[in-house]
């Protein structure tokens, strides 16, 4: 996986593989520790089961060949996970039947996701499958106040104190 660190708002990170079943479940791993290194720990979860998904649609689905590329692309509000592969046919939500035993995976990417969708590459080369996901708001950080003594001027009013704090 590399990492672009030039940009301190936007943090990159992409991958390729061949994507096959015990190569799935070393990117969900990969997914879940390079979120934890952003420190978004809240995004694992919906990030591994999305990149899951989409990994396995190209397992399943993509023509000539299993070649695809991850990228996940991180900026203050949204963290964006897309995969690349050479076949140029796009995925679409189909009708489910309620005893099927396959064909949820975009819905569960739809329902927990923030946003989804498909490009197709130039030349119709192949396509890229993405989804959004939106970073919780960051809490501010309390640092504790140092407060130093003002000595009050004496044409203040009465019923006015005056006070002053530094931040460290």
């Known amino acids: 996986m590399q990492s672009d660190q030039t940009d301190p708002v936007r943090h990159e990170c992409a991958l390729e593989l061949e994507a096959h079943p015990y190569r799935i479940q070393q990117i969900r791993r990969i997914v879940s520790a390079q979120l934890r290194y952003w420190r978004v720990e809240s995004l694992v979860d919906a990030a591994a089961t999305g990149i899951s998904e989409l990994l396995a649609n190209v397992h399943r689905h993509a023509r000539p060949d299993k070649q695809c590329a991850v990228r996940m692309t991180l900026v ?37 996701c923030d946003g989804w969708g ?31 003594t003002v000595p ?7 019923d006015r104190v005056a006070v002053a704090a530094s931040v460290a």
Do not use: C, I, N
């Open 118 to 148: 498909t490009d197709l590459l130039p030349d119709e080369t192949g396509k890229v499958v993405w989804f959004m996901l939106r970073t919780p708001a960051r809490q501010a950080t309390l640092v504790p106040l140092r407060t130093a």
């Open 152 to 158: 009050l001027e004496e044409t203040a009013a009465p």
């Open 76 to 112: 203050p509000d949204r963290l964006t996970v897309a995969v690349t592969d050479h076949d140029p046919r796009l995925p679409h939500l189909q009708p489910m039947e309620p005893t099927a035993t396959t064909g949820r995976g975009l819905a569960m990417v739809e329902a927990m």
